[in-house]
C-alpha cells in the first residue's frame, strides 16, 4: 500500500479502498441526480433554457465539456462537482472557482455560492481563482466550477447522497443562475 492511499483512508473516516470507490461511484451517480434536477428546475423557470445533454454527465475530461458548451454557443456554463480533502478531514462546505479574480465568471462564482450555501444551509469555503483547470480555462463563456461539498468527510458525504439536500443544491444553483442571467438582461 502506497502512502497517499493511507492518507486518503484515514481522510475517508477509515473506510477501505473498494468502499471509497464505491462511495465515488455513488457520488458520481448523485451528482448526475443533482445535475438533473437541476436542469428540471431551469428549465421550469420562466425564460431560461438548459442545453443539456446526457454525454455531459459521463464525459471524463472537464476540457471535453468546455468544447461541447461552447459549440452550442451556451450563455453560461456550470461545472458541478463534489470536492475531497486528503489534508483536511474534517473539511465541509461549498467552494466555487473562476478562471480569474474580477470579471463575469468570478462575480458569477461568487453569486452561485452564496445561493447554494443558503438554499442547502452549507458551510461556505470561498471562492478562488483557479486558471489551472481546463474546464475554467477553455470555456468561451462566463464559466464557474461548483464543488456542492466534500466526499472525504463522512457527515457531509451522507447529506451529498441525501435527496432531498441534492434538491437544495441544485435549487441554490438554479436560482444563483438565474440571478446571474437576470443581471445580464439589466
Not at 461552447?70 to 478531514?89: E, G, I, Y
Not at 478562471?99 to 458551510?123: H, I, K, N, P, Q
Request: net charge negative; with cysteine.
Amino acid at each position: 500500500m502506497n502512502e497517499n492511499a493511507g492518507r486518503f483512508r484515514s481522510a475517508l473516516g477509515g473506510f477501505h479502498r473498494q468502499d471509497v470507490l464505491n462511495y465515488i461511484q455513488n457520488i458520481t451517480q448523485e451528482n448526475q441526480e443533482t445535475v438533473k434536477e437541476l436542469t428540471e428546475q431551469l428549465e421550469a423557470a420562466q425564460g431560461a433554457k438548459s442545453d443539456m445533454e446526457a454525454e455531459l454527465h459521463t464525459l471524463r475530461c472537464d476540457c471535453k465539456r468546455a468544447e461541447i458548451a461552447n459549440a452550442v454557443n451556451a450563455d453560461l456554463f456550470v461545472s458541478v462537482h463534489c470536492n475531497a480533502s486528503l489534508t483536511h478531514s474534517d473539511a465541509m462546505g461549498v467552494y466555487t472557482a473562476a478562471y480569474e479574480e474580477g470579471g463575469e465568471s468570478w462575480r458569477m462564482a461568487e453569486a452561485l455560492r452564496t445561493s447554494v450555501t443558503a438554499a442547502a444551509g452549507a458551510g461556505d469555503m470561498g471562492t478562488e481563482a483557479r486558471p489551472d483547470l481546463a474546464v475554467l480555462r477553455t470555456a468561451s463563456m462566463p464559466a464557474v466550477l461548483v464543488e456542492c461539498g466534500y466526499m472525504s468527510t463522512p457527515e457531509e458525504l451522507s447529506l451529498l447522497a441525501w435527496p432531498e439536500y441534492q434538491t437544495r443544491l441544485a435549487r441554490g444553483i438554479a436560482d444563483g443562475i438565474l440571478a446571474c442571467l437576470e443581471g445580464v438582461g439589466q
